[in-house]
């Protein structure tokens, strides 16, 4: 089992910067991909950033030029640095970890960005 706990949503005002972090713990053996996904009310989830096996990063069009990811190897921990966020930023941010084909996800963070 993996365990990840987000922590850095909250509310930020448009043209803000927020930083979120994910730390894994637990049976951390071969992870494939690690990295960020959203999901805003009545929407699909959808990747926002991560990085993919072999140390490549995937980011989603809507985050591109705007949110950066990076990482801590020693503390198994992932952050999301978010800049010029819009109000359709909004959503809950989810942590993901892929290892030996399953799917781990945090509790979710909640991004709210409005004035």
């Known amino acids: 089992q993996v365990q990840l706990v987000e922590s850095g949503g909250g509310l930020v005002q448009p043209g803000g910067s927020l930083r979120l972090s994910c730390a894994a713990s637990?049976?951390?053996?071969?992870?494939?991909?690690m990295g960020w996904y959203r999901q805003a009310p009545g929407k699909q989830r959808e990747l926002v950033a991560r990085?993919?096996?072999?140390?490549?990063?995937n980011y989603g069009d809507s985050a591109k030029g705007r949110f950066t990811i990076s990482r801590d190897n020693a503390k198994n921990t992932v952050y999301l640095h978010m800049t010029s966020l819009k109000p359709e930023d909004t959503a809950v941010y989810y942590c993901?970890?892929?290892?030996?084909?399953?799917?781990?996800w945090g509790q979710g963070t909640q991004v709210t960005v409005s004035s």
């Open positions: 993901n970890v892929y290892q030996l084909f399953r799917n781990y």
């Open positions: 637990g049976s951390i053996i071969s992870v494939y991909n």
């Open positions: 990085f993919t096996n072999g140390g490549n990063t």
